[in-house]
């Protein structure tokens, strides 16, 4: 997902962020690579070089994004798989890459999330929303509902790609309201979020913070966010179970992964210096009020178990959903 900030992050990131990071690296040292599979100026792209900026000062070593783009983050996981366990070859994904790659596309991926990664830090959580176009005049929940039952051929929801948590999260909340919602898949959020400004789609389940922008400027309405409770980020919108909406609630994260067999010892010195990182307030602030997603550290076996819960809760949703890629 780009936006003006995001690309100025991305600017300001390799233009005043890598170089004084390889400067501040012992030159003798070697590269560490950190794998993204999602392009350039985009949420996790930003997330990742955020955080990849600070790490040389702790690490000690340079450190380089390495944005292997395609197939929902797919491809950066075959490079992971594919690079030796000497601690210099990371990744850093979402949520939606490890999960719903596993859950939906299954027989169609080369690794296994757990015989082939070795879980290292869980490092931020965001929630993910619904936003309704402003020609539907709804202000919440109940309002978008009659909305649809009242327009049924133009009803739809966009989301930034299909199979993934955005479409799920959307599918789970028609089927919780009884209403006829389809999906409309976009190459991405950016020209999602510019059809939903523009009155072409009514309604967008994605991250919030494109979306945000525009709630905040009248140009869009918030209804409501998946979370099972309110955001830190932004605690005037409800979230979907507060308006009556029954469905399994559920939010962004985005973590840190090694190839399988990587040294304990490797983990260990990564572990402590992204922690470091994510307790710095500059990056903190830039986590929190640019990118809209909220700094949370957790381990590897903390983040190990966050993911077995949210495949377990969400292999049910996705079987009976009865969806199946193309």
């Known amino acids: ?49 955020a955080i990849a900026d600070r790490l040389p000062e702790h690490l000690g070593q340079p450190v380089m994004i390495d944005n292997r783009v395609g197939v929902g983050g797919r491809l950066a996981c075959d490079a992971l798989k594919a690079a030796k366990p000497d601690g210099l070859t990371w990744m ?50 109940r309002e978008f509902v009659q909305w649809v039952r009242s327009h049924p051929k133009e009803a739809s929801f966009g989301v930034p790609g299909l199979g993934g948590q955005n479409h799920f999260l959307g599918a789970q909340f028609a089927k919780a309201m009884g209403i006829d919602l389809p999906v409309t898949p976009y190459r991405g959020t950016p020209p999602l979020i510019t059809d939903l400004v523009g009155g072409h789609v009514p309604a967008a389940v994605t991250l919030m913070d494109e979306m945000l922008k525009h709630h905040r400027s009248g140009r869009a309405r918030v209804i409501g966010i998946f979370s099972d409770k309110r955001s830190e980020l932004m605690p005037d919108i409800p979230t979907m ?31 402590q210096a992204l922690r470091k990182v994510l307790e710095t307030p500059a990056v903190r602030e830039l986590l929190t009020m640019r990118l809209a997603v909220v700094p949370a550290y957790l381990d590897g076996a903390q983040m190990a178990q966050r993911q077995r819960d949210e495949l377990a809760a969400w292999e049910p949703v996705i079987r009976a959903s009865g969806f199946k890629p193309e």
């Open 1 to 49: 997902m780009t936006s003006p900030a995001r690309r100025r992050l991305l600017l300001l990131s390799v233009a005043a962020g890598l170089a004084p990071s390889l400067l501040r690296a012992q030159p003798d040292k070697p590269v560490l690579r950190i794998l993204v599979g999602l392009p350039p100026g985009g949420g996790t792209d930003a997330i990742a070089r």
């Open 92 to 141: 850093i994904a979402p949520n939606a890459t490890p999960t719903f790659q596993t859950l939906v596309f299954g027989s169609q991926i080369k690794w296994d999330l757990w015989q082939d990664f070795a879980p290292v830090a869980g490092l931020v959580s965001y929630p993910l929303g619904m936003a309704v176009s402003t020609a539907t005049g709804a202000a919440g929940v």
């Open 241 to 271: 179970a507060e308006q009556g909406v029954k469905m399994l609630a559920s939010e962004g994260w985005t973590a840190m992964w090694a190839p399988a067999r990587t040294p304990p010892a490797e983990i260990a010195r990564m572990q």
